[in-house]
């Protein structure tokens, strides 16, 4: 009987350790992505957020829709769109004037608009040499510094009393 040994050749030696560093090679190569990538992942998701923030306050007359009508702090949503015209994109300056006046308990507008992060809101009047008025903002008193930061602007047409004009709404998170 003969007894066949097991060699190991140069050959065999140097293709898997060429093997084993290509396999290295391809590892870095997408793990040096992976932080990227969960970082743009992040900062997609806080866009969505702020834009539906920004959506709701924009669009959405709040709760009840003449929340101006009862003492500011019963309301149970925030809402800026004028109820009265009923249009996209068309808030009330009476709505963004009691925001302005002091209606802004932070915390109490988190809850009702159900958002857990700090975000901060502000509203501008644009006027007709493209100036910015500030009308309202409502931030928190305490706005953490994260790795991810966006902020949605939006252009909105203001009804102020049946003139109508231009507002920007910032949203921060």
């Known amino acids: 009987m003969v007894e ?6 140069i ?3 140097a293709s898997f350790i060429f093997f084993i560093g ?18 743009e992942v992040e900062r ?15 669009n959405n007359p709040g709760q009840p829709r003449n929340w101006t009508n ?6 149970k949503r ?3 769109s004028d109820e009265k015209t009923n249009k996209s994109n068309m808030i009330s300056y009476i709505k963004v004037q009691q925001l302005g006046n002091g209606i802004c308990n932070f915390v109490d507008i988190q809850n009702k608009l159900a958002m857990n992060r700090s975000f901060s809101i502000f509203i ?12 309202a903002y409502c931030t928190s008193p305490t706005f953490p510094r994260a790795a991810v930061n966006v902020t949605v602007k939006r252009i909105t047409a203001m009804n102020n009393s049946g003139k109508i004009e231009l507002a920007e ?3 921060q998170m």
Do not use: C, D
Request: glycine share 4%; net charge neutral; aromatic share 14%.
């Open 169 to 171: 709404l910032i949203v």
């Open 44 to 58: 997609e998701n806080t866009y969505s957020k702020a834009f539906q923030l920004s959506e709701i306050l924009v």
């Open 124 to 135: 501008f009047n644009i006027t007709e040499n493209g100036n910015r008025a500030q009308l």
């Open 22 to 39: 290509l396999v290295v090679l391809v590892y870095l190569a997408y793990s040096a992505n992976i932080p990227t990538f969960v970082q």
């Open 70 to 75: 009862i003492n500011a702090n019963n309301f």
């Open 78 to 80: 925030l809402g800026f």
């Open 11 to 13: 050959q065999y030696l």
């Open 4 to 9: 066949i040994k097991a060699q190991l050749t």
